[in-house]
């Protein structure tokens, strides 16, 4: 297992996935975005036209197509059978099936698994998603728990859809986005709630440099106990 293990846990555009790349950088460590095996799992069952209801399918998926997860140059790039889906797996369509893939338990516990595989073979490492504190990384070196109010997130989403074009409604995003945080929330297996040793952030009024400076200041301070 690593050396360094960071988890950053929280809800859908808390900015916990561009907190953890910035922050992976500049520890020099291996950044895992969590939510692109949920994804690429999506994407996968998508195109096979399965019942997204069908648990043993979605499985068989799982286990049936090679998924690659690499991060180079601070990017997390996703494959599967060597097509490279990156843009892909950022859908609306896959966003919106996304939580069938997160409420099967025995695709949870598959995923967890190579998420625990990604880790073992690698020296420092900062994983973000909804259950790696919780579940995937337990003893996790540092845990941290993103939050935001859902209208702040919303409009960052809004901002972060303008930079590809697309002029989204605010009031639909902040409400698709609560409709993510009860799904989330109230899933059985893997739920989103903060560990119980998780460092709690609310980044509401806070800039992303700001919350990687904060989260770096925490890292810091435990290495240096840590030596
Ligand atoms: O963070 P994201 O929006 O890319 O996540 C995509 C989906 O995967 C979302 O429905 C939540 C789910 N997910 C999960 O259940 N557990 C994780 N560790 C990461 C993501």
Redesign the pocket.
């Known amino acids: 297992m690593a050396d360094l293990i960071i988890t950053i846990d929280g809800p ?1 555009a808390s900015g916990k ?1 561009t907190t953890a790349r910035l922050l992976a950088r500049k520890l020099d460590a291996s950044f895992l ?7 690429a799992v999506t994407l996968a069952a998508m195109q096979a036209g399965i019942d997204l209801n069908d648990e043993q399918k979605l499985l068989d998926i799982t286990q049936k197509f090679d998924f690659q997860f690499s991060d180079r140059a601070g990017k997390m790039t996703v494959r599967i059978d060597d097509a490279d889906v990156t843009e892909q797996i950022r859908s609306l369509e896959v ?1 919106a099936n ?2 069938f ?2 409420a099967a338990p025995k695709v ?1 516990e598959e995923l967890v698994k190579m998420q625990r595989h990604f880790a073992a073979v690698r020296r420092k490492i900062v994983t973000e ?4 504190g919780t579940v ?1 990384f337990g003893d996790a070196d540092i845990k941290f728990y993103l939050t935001a109010d859902s209208f702040e997130r919303a409009r960052r989403r809004q901002a972060e859809l303008l930079t590809k074009g697309i002029d989204g409604d605010l009031e639909q995003i902040q409400e698709a986005i609560e409709k ?1 945080d009860k ?2 929330e109230s ?1 059985a297996v ?1 739920p989103l709630k903060p560990a119980e040793d998780a460092i709690v952030i609310d980044t509401t009024n806070l800039s992303i440099e700001q919350v990687v400076e904060k989260l770096a200041g925490y890292v810091e301070e435990k290495c240096s106990k840590k030596t």
């Open positions: 859908a996935s975005d969590t939510g692109a095996m949920y994804r966003t996304a939580r893939i997160a949870r998603g909804r259950d790696q995937a993510r799904s989330d899933r893997g």
